[in-house]
């Protein structure tokens, strides 16, 4: 069992927060999922965009530490991974989704745990439900849960996963790294920091299925957040600009997706390393009525029994020393609060 699993055990999830809608039983949006006007048609703005970095530029070390400086979230162009790996995990992520309630329910999320299928963990937080469902891998989880869907024909799935994490996993790497090089802290931080986090197995895969819905101006696909760990990697292969960021002082800016890139978001992890300089990015999902819209989250993350401190050489810290458990802890009870939990 995966230390990342173990952390979420102290804080259970009621399983009606787990369990998600039958999205193809109902024609119209049901008063459980039905959000505020105003919750949903804020307005957006759709002319500004995210920075986008060509990872092979020589200057891609200084373009992605100011783009996480000045909006924590950036694309990346020449990452590394192919497209073909790209859409053999969408492809899979479909077959996943569109198994009747009755098959995906066999892996649903326990009450306790971390993997398998199920809605939002931070549906709790809100009164309404998401127009979502998702399935969340960690390390090797998702074999046993592949056996229970495809007894047969399981490692189609696993395999198509398994290159997957390997892939997400070495990209985060070495965007980790040229994050913490531009930062003021020594060498040794950076090497152990980025060595450890390597070493350590805790990365996280989400599939997220955001299905067609009869009335998108009532209902929101996943709701403002922001995400927990060090770094998250989002691939999004469709044209619609489902996913939005809020900027202060602007608003929330739709990111527009950009054919190949991969979307690259700061987590609170990171935040904390960075005494608030790379700040996590608070960001949301709407849904479309014609468009079944699967994205593909990897959040990248140390240890969780490392501990989490600013490293800056230079700066007062402004965040307290804490286990990467603690942090989950604090998050899964406080969400947006979290990091002003940890605020000295
Ligand atoms: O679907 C997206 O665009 C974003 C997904 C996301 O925010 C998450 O999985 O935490
Ligand atoms: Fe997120």
């Given at each position: 069992?995966?230390?990342?699993?173990?952390?979420?055990r102290?804080?259970?999830v009621?399983?009606?927060?787990i369990?998600?809608?039958?999205?193809h039983?109902?024609d119209?949006?049901?008063?459980?999922?039905?959000?505020?006007?105003?919750?949903?048609?804020?307005?957006?703005i759709?002319?500004?965009s995210?920075?986008?970095?060509d990872?092979?530029d020589p200057?891609a070390?200084?373009?992605?530490?100011?783009?996480s400086?000045?909006w924590?979230?950036?694309?990346v162009?020449?990452?590394?991974?192919?497209?073909?790996?790209?859409?053999?995990?969408?492809?899979?992520?479909?077959?996943?989704?569109?198994?009747?309630?009755?098959?995906?329910l066999?892996v649903?999320?326990?009450?306790?745990g971390?993997?398998?299928?199920g809605?939002?963990?931070?549906?709790?937080?809100?009164?309404?439900?998401m127009?979502?469902?998702?399935f969340?891998?960690?390390?090797?989880?998702?074999?046993?849960?592949?056996k229970?869907?495809?007894?047969h024909?399981?490692?189609?799935?696993?395999?198509?996963?398994d290159?997957?994490?390997?892939?997400?996993?070495?990209?985060?790497?070495?965007?980790?790294?040229?994050?913490?090089k531009?930062?003021?802290?020594?060498?040794?931080?950076?090497?152990?920091?980025?060595a450890s986090?390597?070493?350590?197995?805790?990365?996280?895969?989400?599939?997220?299925?955001?299905?067609?819905c009869?009335?998108p101006s009532r209902?929101i696909?996943?709701?403002?957040?922001t995400?927990?760990?060090?770094?998250?990697?989002?691939?999004?292969?469709?044209?619609?600009?489902a996913?939005q960021?809020?900027?202060d002082?602007?608003?929330?800016?739709?990111?527009?997706?950009v054919?190949d890139?991969?979307?690259?978001?700061?987590?609170?992890?990171?935040?904390?390393?960075s005494?608030g300089?790379?700040?996590?990015v608070?960001?949301?999902v709407?849904?479309?009525?014609?468009?079944?819209?699967?994205?593909?989250?990897?959040?990248?993350?140390?240890?969780t029994?490392?501990?989490?401190a600013?490293?800056?050489?230079?700066?007062?810290?402004?965040?307290r020393?804490?286990?990467?458990?603690?942090?989950i802890?604090?998050?899964?009870?406080h969400?947006d609060k979290?990091?002003?939990?940890v605020r000295?």
């Amino acid at each position: 069992m995966s230390n990342l699993s173990e952390a979420y055990r102290d804080t259970p999830v009621h399983l009606h927060h787990i369990i998600p809608l039958d999205f193809h039983a109902v024609d119209s949006v049901p008063e459980s999922h039905e959000w505020p006007h105003s919750d949903v048609l804020r307005p957006v703005i759709d002319e500004i965009s995210i920075p986008l970095v060509d990872l092979k530029d020589p200057n891609a070390q200084k373009l992605i530490g100011h783009a996480s400086e000045d909006w924590g979230i950036f694309q990346v162009t020449n990452h590394g991974v192919p497209l073909g790996v790209l859409m053999d995990v969408e492809f899979e992520a479909r077959r996943l989704f569109s198994l009747p309630v009755k098959e995906k329910l066999k892996v649903l999320r326990s009450p306790e745990g971390a993997t398998g299928y199920g809605a939002a963990r931070i549906s709790p937080f809100f009164s309404k439900f998401m127009w979502h469902e998702g399935f969340t891998i960690i390390g090797s989880s998702s074999v046993d849960h592949a056996k229970q869907l495809w007894p047969h024909d399981y490692e189609s799935f696993t395999d198509v996963i398994d290159v997957y994490q390997k892939k997400m996993k070495e990209l985060a790497h070495q965007i980790l790294l040229l994050l913490l090089k531009s930062l003021e802290i020594s060498e040794e931080d950076i090497t152990s920091w980025a060595a450890s986090t390597h070493d350590s197995n805790n990365g996280a895969l989400q599939l997220n299925s955001y299905p067609c819905c009869p009335n998108p101006s009532r209902a929101i696909g996943l709701a403002p957040h922001t995400d927990s760990l060090l770094l998250t990697i989002l691939s999004q292969t469709h044209d619609s600009s489902a996913l939005q960021i809020f900027r202060d002082g602007v608003g929330w800016i739709a990111v527009a997706p950009v054919r190949d890139a991969l979307v690259v978001n700061v987590g609170d992890l990171l935040h904390i390393l960075s005494n608030g300089r790379f700040p996590s990015v608070y960001h949301q999902v709407i849904v479309s009525e014609k468009e079944h819209r699967i994205s593909v989250a990897y959040f990248y993350g140390p240890r969780t029994d490392a501990q989490v401190a600013p490293l800056s050489r230079i700066e007062v810290p402004i965040y307290r020393s804490l286990s990467v458990k603690e942090f989950i802890g604090i998050k899964a009870k406080h969400l947006d609060k979290a990091l002003s939990f940890v605020r000295i």
